[in-house]
């Protein structure tokens, strides 16, 4: 379980319809190679000794014996392998015919798990030959020399780890309207797995891939799902060998069907992520069912070929979808959340005017784009957003035309005010020497600009728009009191990797040719505050990435420390694994620092922070996701940082 992650498979061997003795080679060559893998969970389809599709033979003893032979030699076989896998099979118990699933792990059988839901409608007919779980009336049943427990109220537990903890289903299991996975996953089990044998028809594929991926995310849980392939009985229907590995609502990894040979699939989920998401929903503190289960112990598997490799994808960019298409669907839908929540704002004060400081950067940009979508909202014309540029020492060329082209061309009011006389007089009024390029020197001038802004609100009756992003809140890149504050801040909860794909949708999808050629040069455009005197030559000389470190890594760790709770080591090997090509580990692992040092010593900009509208999983509010104390100590992510 190195890093939180279990390694976990399905798969479909190849298959001769009542052959057992076939099909336990096969089952035996599929666990070996998963072994060898590092695989620590597999699941095979339902049924999978004998094929699914065996029909009135399922009455036959000599089936039932060569099945139970089959399951002994599976057992035998596989003793010298800490891997838990579980392979479907009939047993007859007292009279009555059962669809099982054994559980083995290190040449003994953990538990066996008969199916609760039986199909008898359409092309399936189960109940003609099967009995439903809840008719057992036995709690352990012999295989062999030893004593199993039986039944589908077994909950499978790791010894010492109470943290990992496993579940078992059948197939129509998991179509029921409410599974047992469901109730597994309310008494702990965070890893559920699906022994299946469902039969292709257009379009099943479809609805099977949804149902999985779902039941995964209402079960907060990893979802392992096997089914026969082409090797069962073509008389009345095809199987097409469906294999899926879902996690708390995503696919992981997900076959090609149609085969006849062994196929299997693998995938790490991550035991971490469900835990911490488990932690904070309070659906799963009433443990509901937990005590109709029989907790089952076994050992965690030893898997000491990983190295550290992952069976996942580690996505550098995960506020950013990496599908065009979806890409595109998400900034037009932040961008509708961000002017519906402004027009609200707009008709709950019933003002009709907005004041808001536009730099010719990404952020502030973003901003005027969303405020004059608002006043065409709400009817209102562009002239009502008076835009204010408000050049300064560290102001360029390039920003301040980019900034008066923008506001001109959106049809804003434009308003210039030069800040540099009232800074120099306040440095005066101060005693600070104007040749001392320090904080202070930097926050006069954010300082002046809000001033400014909030004193023209005040003159014509507006609101105040906020810039502000949540890369930077995160970073505590803001000055307090200064661009920190506004009246709403429309950008507060946008990361800053993902503002400018919203522009861009912006300027490819509602903006002219002119205001289109304005933003892609604005995204052009490094990012700084731009309160440092440029270069001779007029350039940019205050970049934020230089000072701070790259925001799609800064990103990357506000990411995963608030959706997940990632802790400093986890962090910095995802952030490894993710930037291998472009950045080193000892560049991380400084990055890192910084970004525990800001994060934890910037908190109280973030107490105070103004109204804004919420629009991805990962927020920073106080009034909402993030409550934290802003005397917070960071020594012990610090601690555990020194020790890599």
């Known amino acids: 379980m190195k890093y939180g992650y279990a390694r976990v498979a399905a798969a479909a061997p190849e298959l001769r319809v009542a052959d057992c003795t076939f099909n336990q080679t096969k089952i035996i060559e599929c666990i070996k190679e998963a072994a060898a893998q590092s695989v620590e969970f597999l699941v095979f389809p339902e049924l999978c000794i004998t094929g699914y599709s065996c029909g009135d033979l399922f009455r036959q003893e000599t089936l039932l014996e060569g099945a139970q032979t089959a399951l002994e030699a599976i057992v035998e076989a596989t003793g010298d392998l800490t891997l838990v896998a579980m392979v479907g099979l009939p047993l007859s118990i007292k009279g009555r015919l059962y669809n099982c699933a054994a559980v083995i792990q290190s040449g003994k059988i953990l538990g066996i798990v008969p199916k609760t839901n039986l199909p008898s409608y359409n092309e399936f007919y189960e109940t003609r030959w099967f ?6 009336e036995v709690k352990e049943l012999r295989v062999g020399s030893d004593l199993v427990p039986v039944g589908n109220d077994l909950i499978f537990v790791a010894e010492g780890k109470e943290q990992l903890a496993f579940g078992v289903e059948i197939c129509e299991d998991v179509w029921a309207p409410i ?88 995938a790490d989920v991550d035991l971490d992520r469900l835990n911490y998401n488990r932690l904070i929903m309070g659906t799963f503190r009433g443990g509901f069912g937990a005590m109709n289960y029989r907790a089952i112990p076994f050992t965690a598997p030893k898997n000491d070929t990983f190295e550290g490799e992952l069976m996942r994808y580690i996505d550098k960019h995960p506020f950013v979808p990496g599908n065009n298409l979806v890409r595109d669907e998400r900034c037009h839908e932040i961008l509708s959340i961000q002017t519906s929540g402004l027009a609200k704002r707009f008709r709950h004060t019933g003002l009709k005017k907005a004041v808001i400081g536009i730099s010719g950067g990404l952020d502030s940009t973003l901003a005027l784009i969303v405020t ?33 082209n923008l506001i001109k061309h959106l049809g804003a009011s434009l308003k210039v005010v030069d800040i540099k006389a009232a800074c120099l007089q306040h440095f005066e009024d101060i005693g600070h020497d104007r040749e001392i390029h320090d904080v202070t020197y930097e926050n006069v001038q954010a300082r002046e600009r809000t001033q400014i802004l909030m004193d023209v609100a005040n003159k014509i009756g507006a609101l105040v728009i906020g810039t502000g992003d949540l890369s930077e809140l995160a970073l505590g890149w803001c000055t307090y009191n200064g661009d920190h504050m506004s009246m709403y801040g429309v950008n507060g909860s946008v990361p800053k990797t993902l503002v400018k794909y919203i522009i861009q949708w912006y300027a490819d999808h509602e903006a002219n040719e002119v205001i289109r050629g304005i933003l892609y040069d604005i995204m052009d455009t490094p990012i700084s505050p731009e309160l440092l005197p440029p270069s001779q030559s007029g350039e940019i000389v205050q970049k934020t990435e230089d000072i701070l470190g790259p925001y799609e890594v800064h990103d990357f760790f506000l990411y995963h420390m608030l959706r997940f709770g990632t802790g400093p080591e986890k962090l910095l090997f995802l952030a490894s694994r993710a930037f291998s090509a472009e950045y080193s580990r000892e560049q991380l692992k400084k990055w890192l620092v910084v970004f525990y040092k800001r994060f934890f010593s910037q908190q109280f900009k973030r107490s105070c922070l103004p109204d804004g509208p919420k629009v991805g999983t990962v927020s920073l509010s106080p009034r909402g996701d993030w409550r934290m104390p802003s005397d917070a100590s960071v020594s012990l992510w610090l601690d555990m940082l020194e020790k890599l």
């Open 131 to 136: 009995t439903e779980a809840q008719h057992l």
């Open 372 to 404: 004059v979508r608002a006043m065409e909202k709400l009817g209102l014309p562009p002239e009502n957003v008076i835009a204010i540029t408000m050049p300064g020492f560290g102001t360029t060329g390039r920003t301040y035309d980019n900034a008066v």
């Open 179 to 266: 599974p047992p996975s469901s109730y597994l996953a309310q008494a702990g089990a965070q890893l559920l797995f699906n022994l299946s044998a469902s039969n292709e028809l257009v379009g099943k594929a479809d609805y099977r891939r949804s149902l999985i991926v779902n039941q995964a995310g209402r079960c907060v849980a990893g979802y392992v799902y096997a089914s026969a392939n082409c090797g069962e009985s073509s008389t009345d229907m095809v199987y097409g060998g469906h294999l899926m590995i879902a996690e708390n609502g995503y696919m992981l990894k997900e076959s090609d069907r149609f085969y006849f040979d062994n196929q299997w699939i693998c």
